[in-house]
């Protein structure tokens, strides 16, 4: 299957590697997330039964956040990280693995409400549910926001 191909090409390569590197939600790296969000991906659409590009679904889900730093630091070009970052990925993305016109509006509009790209594409959509779902899940279910509630409960 030529998305189980994609899928290994990406996870395996080098620079995506250097995800594992960058926190991106609580205690999730960008590549845990990453991950988390293809496979959320394909769940939502096989639920609901949506006839869609697996190879596009997987390879934009793998790719829309390959920023490839850590948005934490305070630096100059992460200040709006949360609308800049998906044309820095679709850069990366686009550079290293090459992108379609899909999986370009997939990245850049994976951040929806947030920015100005509209998703285009039920694969664009899907993603920009997934991404939502699985940050607040990470978010939920840091240690760090577990401590806190419980502070919060005593």
């Not at 850590?70 to 090459?98: C, V």
């Not at 379609?100 to 549910?129: A, D, R, T």
């Amino acid at each position: 299957m030529e998305e189980i191909k994609i899928y290994n090409e990406i996870i395996n390569n080098e620079m995506f590697k250097q995800e594992m590197d960058y926190v991106q939600h609580g205690d999730f790296s960008v590549y845990e997330h990453s991950l988390y969000v293809a496979n959320t991906c394909l769940v939502i659409a096989k639920r609901l039964k949506l006839n869609i590009d697996r190879e596009s679904l997987i390879k934009g889900a793998l790719l829309h956040d390959y920023f490839l730093y850590d948005w934490h630091e305070k630096e100059d070009y992460h200040k709006l990280h949360g609308i800049r970052h998906p044309k820095f990925s679709r850069d990366n993305a686009k550079r290293d693995f090459g992108l379609s016109k899909k999986e370009e509006n997939m990245i850049l509009s994976h951040m929806f409400p947030l920015g100005k790209v509209l998703p285009k594409y039920k694969e664009s959509v899907i993603l920009c549910i997934a991404d939502k779902y699985c940050a607040t899940s990470e978010i939920l279910s840091s240690n760090k926001v577990l401590k806190k509630a419980k502070s919060w409960l005593i």
